[in-house]
Every structure is written in C-alpha cells, then in structure tokens.
C-alpha cells in the first residue's frame, strides 16, 4: 500500500506529445479512476505507471520511490489487462502462481497464498481448470487473482471489464469494488465507460487530448464540472448544450428568452447553457423549451424524450407513467440553480 | 412416395422429397467423384513406397521384373543390411544429425523469430530482410562456399561438418516470426509485471502458445535432414561418416547397382520419420493450416 504521485509526466512517439505534463496526487488505499474517450492518453498513463512504456519526461513516484528507471517487476505493482491475458497453457493455479514468480516464499508458503486469494475470489474450485475452460468472468477473476496474490503497492486495471457482457460487467464492477473494500490496496483503473467511473471511483480524473480536464470525486465532476467537455462526458444522457449570449447580468438564448446569471458577462460574449436531462421539467411555468417529441425511449420507471426545438434536439428525462408521446409538443423548463453556464469558446465553467 | 403421402397428404410435401431425393442423388455423385480423384491421388503416392517394399523383398535377378508381388519373396535383403555393419553406422549417423540440427533449429529459429517480431530496435527491418534473402539462393550455389569453408576449419567428414549449414534455417526463423505474431503482447507484459526476465518470458509464455508450429518446424527439418543427400555426399569421405541416403546410393559395386539392397535400406530408413510424423501428426495438420493462413 502506498501513495503514488505523478509529476509533470509527458509522453512523445517521436515528435507527437501525446500527453502533456500530467501532474497527480494519489493517496494511500484510494480507487482512482482515469476516464476519458479513446486516444486521451489514459492507458498511455497506465502503462507509464506499470513500467511497460517508457516515460519521456517527469517523474513517477510510487511509496516514496521515484520508479522512472525501475523495471515493472520492481516498481511493487500489478495490473489486470483488458483481455485478461492469463496464460492458456496453464491451470489457474499455475497462472495465479506465476504472480508470486519473484516473492522470496517457500513452496509452502506460496501454496497456501494461492489458496487464500482463490477463497477470497470465490473459486477455489476452478484451480485445476485451463482458462479454456472458464468463462470471461472467470478468466477475468483469474486476472484479478494473479494481481492480488502479491498484494501489491498499486493495482492498475487497464479496461478490465469492458469484454464483458453488460449483466456480468455490472456484477464484476460491484466484485472489484468489495474487492476493494476488502484489502484496501491503491488502485488505478482504466474506463472509458463513465459509468463504471462515477460508481467505483473515489476520484475521477477525466482526461481529453492528453490533458486531465477534472480530479474530483464523482460528486464533484457530476456536480460541478470545470468545462464543458467534462459536463457532456459524465452523466448519462449527456448534457444538454444550449447556445446564448451574454448581455452583463443576464443572458438570451436563441429563442430570444431571458435568464438571470450569478455572474457578470462581456455582452455578447457567446455561452453554453448546459442542462442534464434529469434536471428538465415537464411544463413548468416559465417554459425554456418548446418542441415536438421525435423519439422516446422508455426505461421503465423513467423514459428519456428527445425533443426538436429551436435549440436543436434535446434531451430530457420524464417519470415512465404517462410520458408523452412522439410528435406531442411539450415545453420543458428547468430550476436556474440547476442550470450550467460556459464560455463557449473556451468552454470554461462561469458557474 | 408413400413415405411422401403418409407424411403430410399434400402434393406439395411429395414433390419436395422428390426434388431433395433427387437433390442427394446429386450430392452422392459430386462424392463419389471427390473419392475417386483421392483414390488416384492416393495411389500415385503409395506406388514408389510399395514398389519400394516390394523390391525389398525380391532376389537380385527379379528386380527388373515390373511386378509388385515377389515371385519368390525374400527377407534375405533384410537380413544382409541389418547384419552389414554399415547401415547400422550410417543409420546412426542420420540420427544424429537429424535430431541435432531439429533441435539446434527449434531453439535459434524461434529465438531470432521471437526477436525480430516482438523487439523493436533499429535496424530490425534490415536484419529480417537480410535473413529472408538467403532464402533465394539455392543449396548447389552454397555447396563451394561450404566446401571450402569445411575444408579450412577442419571440419570436412564429421558431424559438425555435415550439420553446420542448417543448424539454423532461414524459412524456420520466418516461420516462428510469423507465427509470435499472433501471441497478443499482452501475454508478455503480463509475464514482464510478474517478474520475468525477457529469457523466461520467451521460454516459458510465449514458447508453449507456439507449439503447432514447433511441431510443423520439427517435422520439415527432421525430414529435411533425414533425406539430405548432396551436402552430405559431398562433406563425408569415410565410409563411416555417411548418413542413410549417401550410404546407401553406394550400395553395390561399380558395375552392379544393388537395387533390391537400396529399397531394404530405404524401406528401414523411413521408419524414423513414421515416427517423427506419427508423434507430431496432430500438430502439423494445424500448423500448415495456420501457417498458410498467416503466409
């Protein structure tokens, strides 16, 4: 168990910096979560921490070490690929032992480390079985087990769930966090899915183009995003983004409607209004937005309408019983304390 | 017909059968031809090995008698080439050499293959380019070269001197790197994190995810060995020194060629790689499979 920090850390393929000085602060026992779209440099970052890419500039530091020029077996660290990557010439005794391949223990010892990490995942009965044998959530507990059985400084999962089929990615996302619970080591995980993210994480660091965006916890992010692009990236459905301008105190949307700001704008400064579709409202009293329903899509207890209106389609979420139709017109409005605003050009949160 | 009506009553359902009757009758055609072409195929090939077993079997004055059984049959021959001591050496000898150079080729081509496909260092690109091109040039244009070479370190009639030239193979080293291509990197970084040495990890991860194609690598250089003729005519002086096949296209006398000895060393002769193949069969199958798919 240690802290791990990461210091003005770049990465560069020959002349393309691919990440830019990414600087951060983990915490004894913390589950840190790195999100971000594909190509944001996140399993970039991973792979830097676990030794397999080397690091072009800055520091990595794990318990106090700087591990820069340390070999991967050396840095105390584990990690869980995407595709498991078990060995498939070997049982699940022999691949979970392989994890143990440099501790200095006695067969017996090892033996009876291997047995304790298979009662902890819950399948010492599979020890004898090749990973042919075993399903994907199996394999994937395997993986785990292998990276458990050392106890390890830091875990580092790089997108272990996403081969999974939804039903079993919920089940194992809730079986890593347990897992976590349980023994309390550091971990880095790596998703795109940002919503493994919000429930495993206690912070999140979202990234994009090879910069982290936000750190915070999934409240946090959810709540109070720095940017736009953080605003649109959490939360499921996205954001709903509205064009304004600013005129000082207040700001039009496109529809020629009035809000009022907590903040002083430029006039004509160009904005977005951001909305999560949670925080739209069937006709309230002042209506926002106005539009016919092109699409619904019904979740049970809520359904999801995306409107046509004058500020392109949007997003809302309405309770499942008695939502409105296709082709109904609707007006949507929403509390001013819930709504997001941003500078559009910089996408910058001003409130 | 009947079997039509009962089943459903309907015209329909009886021309349906007709026409899927007639369908199989088509289908049993097509197969008929399809085994009769393997049946030809088959028997091209198994003709020289029973004419080799039979005229392993025949007296000196019936070999050139075209018939495939024996008038007289004998295991005479049998008897003199396993009581020669001479087969027995040679025999040895092709042993040797054959398992050597197999193992010798298992080893380094899979090592350079390895290399060359999950290294990246400079120059990579050139040393794969310069290990194919030997591929071009063929075995009687590097005899001389050998010869000559054999002759200045001294190793002309021996084994080293024999086996030097294939210990490793261009068409190996190509092979196994074709086939580490398709070991997902993840296996080794797994294996680098758990703490092994870039040794180890060939060895023991990426080595047993190959295995179909060390059977097939084993299979074409043992054979390969077993039946080489030229080089080893050529590097061997001694009676003692030769492998099978030069041994035994010296049977007989400068006037009389002992055909029905030849074919009794030959017929024994191929008992190893019955062997080989046997024990390796169920590989090689998959591995030319699989190498004709990555080719």
Request: overall charge negative.
């Amino acid at each position: 168990m240690a802290d791990l920090s990461l210091k003005k850390l770049t990465k560069a393929y020959g002349q393309v910096e691919v990440l830019h000085g990414i600087d951060l602060d983990i915490s004894d026992g913390e589950f840190v979560v790195f999100v971000g779209p594909s190509g944001c440099g996140k399993s970039t970052s991973l792979r830097m921490i676990a030794g397999l890419e080397e690091i072009t500039g800055g520091e990595i530091w794990i318990d106090g070490r700087m591990v820069n020029n340390l070999e991967p077996k050396e840095r105390d660290i584990a990690m869980v690929f995407q595709n498991y990557a078990i060995y498939p010439h070997m049982t699940v005794r022999k691949n979970i032992a392989f994890g143990l391949w440099n501790a200095p223990m006695s067969k017996s010892e090892k033996s009876a480390r291997i047995e304790e990490v298979a009662r902890v995942l819950d399948m010492d009965n599979l020890l004898d079985r090749k990973p042919s044998q075993l399903s994907g959530g199996q394999r994937q507990r395997v993986a785990i087990g292998r990276a458990m059985v050392r106890n390890p400084a830091v875990f580092l999962f790089d997108e272990p769930l996403s081969n999974l089929d939804a039903q079993l990615r919920t089940q194992m996302r809730l079986e890593i966090k347990k897992l976590h619970q349980k023994v309390g080591n550091t971990i880095i995980f790596v998703t795109h899915d940002q919503v493994e993210a919000m429930t495993l994480a206690d912070r999140i660091v979202i990234m994009k183009d090879g910069f982290i965006q936000q750190i915070g916890t999934p409240e946090e992010v959810f709540h109070n995003p720095v940017n736009a692009f953080v605003a649109q990236f959490i939360g499921a459905p996205s954001m709903n983004m509205l064009e304004a301008t600013g005129n000082g105190q207040d700001l039009s949307l496109r529809n020629g409607e009035k809000l009022p700001l907590q903040v002083t704008t430029l006039t004509g400064q160009k904005l977005l209004v951001g909305i999560r579709p949670d925080d739209l409202v069937l006709h309230p009293e002042t209506p926002l937005i106005t539009g016919n329903i092109s699409v619904r899509e019904p979740l049970g207890s809520e359904t999801l309408i995306y409107v046509s209106s004058s500020h392109g389609e949007i997003v809302a979420r309405v309770p499942g019983k008695d939502a409105p139709r296709v082709g109904e017109e609707v007006h949507l409005g929403a509390n001013p304390d819930s709504l997001h605003v941003f500078d559009a050009e910089s996408g910058a949160a001003l409130v | 017909m009947s079997v039509a009506s009962e089943v459903s009553g309907r015209p329909q359902a009886a021309t349906d059968l007709l026409f899927s009757r007639k369908a199989k009758k088509q289908r049993n055609m097509g197969q008929i031809l399809r085994w009769m072409v393997l049946f030809l195929g088959g028997l091209i090939m198994i003709a020289p090995i029973a004419y080799m077993i039979s005229t392993s079997l025949k007296w000196p004055h019936e070999v050139y008698n075209v018939n495939l059984i024996p008038e007289e049959p004998t295991i005479e021959n049998y008897t003199y080439v396993l009581e020669d001591g001479r087969f027995y050496g040679w025999f040895v000898n092709s042993i040797i050499i054959a398992l050597i150079t197999t193992v010798s080729n298992l080893f380094f081509d899979s090592l350079v293959g390895y290399t060359l496909c999950k290294f990246r260092f400079p120059g990579r690109q050139i040393v794969f380019i310069a290990i194919l091109s030997t591929l071009m040039i063929p075995t009687e244009m590097l005899v001389i070269p050998w010869y000559m070479m054999s002759q200045s370190f001294g190793w002309l009639d021996s084994y080293w001197g024999i086996m030097f030239p294939g210990l490793m193979t261009a068409f190996g080293t190509f092979l196994m790197k074709q086939f580490f291509e398709s070991v997902p990197d993840d296996f080794l970084e797994a294996a680098r994190i758990d703490g092994l040495n870039e040794f180890q990890i060939w060895w023991r991860i990426a080595m047993p995810l190959v295995k179909p194609a060390l059977a097939a690598l084993a299979i074409f250089v043992f054979l390969g060995n077993w039946t080489a003729f030229l080089w080893p005519l050529i590097v061997t002086n001694s009676v003692e020194m030769y492998t099978v096949p030069v041994g035994l296209s010296g049977f007989g006398d400068e006037v009389d060629v002992a055909w029905e000895l030849i074919m009794t060393g030959a017929a024994i002769s191929t008992l190893p790689t019955l062997i080989v193949f046997l024990i390796f069969q169920r590989f090689i199958i998959r591995g030319v499979v699989m190498a004709g798919l990555k080719g």
